[in-house]
């Protein structure tokens, strides 16, 4: 298939680097976070090393890794996605993070826990129990697991902070916190699983306030200008329809607690970045978090891609589509950074190619690269 497209124009906007806090990342493409599990006992290791460092050899600015799971019991439910605690762990991402930095890339781990969505009796802690804020994996569905105590809250706080730090002294650029896609923060933002009447729930600005303590704990643990992102989303695994927000002002009162405790980069995860987020203005999420809290916000959504990323982890392929719309918006300042996900687990090389012109040697997507590390 033939990808028509503004080449010396992708080159231009994609290839400008960007100031993240203390971080200079030399162009705006970024690789988003795609579970693995290629991580046995949680360990990164030579193969994850090379997965991540091919993808900075070949142009991509930022790096966000797959999910890591922090330092609490109830935190994940798989022996073979990585962990960002524990001394041989800690060990294999500092190489991870050198051989990236080696290639000329810039890195920030995603720190993760599953809260709800975890089945009891899995690994690596097969007796903790699945904890949230309600108990809750979904709306209107009935408690299967442990609505959180004040210990609870206080214990997972601190595991994220000292995931930060650990973050940052074995070498990492920044770290990202997962507060998306119906896992545990986004269970503490979602209406439909935060049933709370303490301080921890209500409205929207009271179900911000546990994700709002974990980002200012990582804050007050790590250099002022290391950079703190949130990727949030408004669909759930648990429900793609569902929102966070109805409105612009529903929106604002959920990020501004996030921005005035530390968030220095917004990643605004849509399955379609092309999609307007609300009525009346053709700004996607990423646009109306940037225009809502001033922050630098990077947009993700089947980038370069024609079919729809659920799909496409169910096994469909999907074939290359052009970024003008992508371009047009990156150009009107409408977001900062774009994020790439599907097209750079198929393509290592995809980065280099749209930087150096190279359109009609994109790759489509086929599913099979699930079971690579490619």
């Known amino acids: ?202 409205d929207p600005v009271a179900r911000t306030k546990f994700a709002a303590e974990i980002v200012a704990a990582v804050r007050e643990k790590v250099s002022p200008d290391f950079p703190i992102l949130f990727r949030y989303s408004q669909w759930k695994q648990q429900d793609y329809t569902a929102r966070l927000a109805e409105t612009p002002e529903e929106l604002e009162a959920i990020l501004s607690p996030l921005a005035a405790a530390g968030v220095d980069v917004f990643h605004a995860s849509t399955r379609r970045y092309w999609l307007p987020e609300f009525e009346d203005s053709d700004l996607n999420l990423a646009g109306w978090t940037k225009k809502l809290t001033g922050k630098q916000v990077i947009s993700v959504g089947s980038v370069g891609l024609d079919g729809d990323f659920v799909k496409a982890f169910q096994g469909e392929g999907s074939a290359v589509k052009n970024i003008d719309n992508l371009l047009d918006r990156l150009e009107d300042e409408e977001f900062d950074m774009v994020a790439v996900g599907r097209a750079l687990l198929q393509d290592p090389e995809w980065a280099a190619k749209v930087l150096a012109d190279r359109f009609d040697e994109l790759k489509p997507y086929d599913a099979a690269a699930l079971k690579t590390l490619s």
């Open 1 to 202: 298939m033939t990808v028509t497209t503004s080449a010396s124009r992708a080159a231009r906007l994609l290839s400008r680097p960007i100031a993240l806090g203390g971080l200079t990342v030399p162009n705006r493409i970024v690789m988003a976070p795609m579970t693995r599990m290629f991580s046995p006992g949680g360990i990164p290791g030579e193969d994850v090393r090379s997965y991540y460092a091919r993808r900075a050899a070949a142009g991509v600015g930022l790096i966000v890794t797959e999910g890591t799971y922090v330092g609490h019991d109830s935190a994940g439910q798989s022996d073979r996605v990585p962990r960002f605690h524990g001394e041989e762990q800690l060990a294999g991402w500092a190489k991870v993070a050198e051989d990236v930095h080696a290639a000329g890339g810039t890195i920030v781990p995603q720190l993760w826990h599953i809260g709800m969505v975890r089945q009891q009796g899995e690994a690596p802690y097969p007796e903790a129990p699945a904890v949230g804020p309600s108990g809750l994996v979904t709306a209107g569905a009935e408690p299967t697991g442990k609505a959180m105590t004040q210990r609870d809250l206080d214990e997972v706080v601190g595991a994220f902070a000292q995931a930060a730090a650990d973050a940052e002294r074995i070498g990492f650029d920044g770290v990202e916190l997962h507060g998306a896609h119906g896992y545990l923060l986004d269970q503490f933002l979602w209406d439909g699983t935060n049933r709370r009447t303490d301080a921890y729930g209500g």
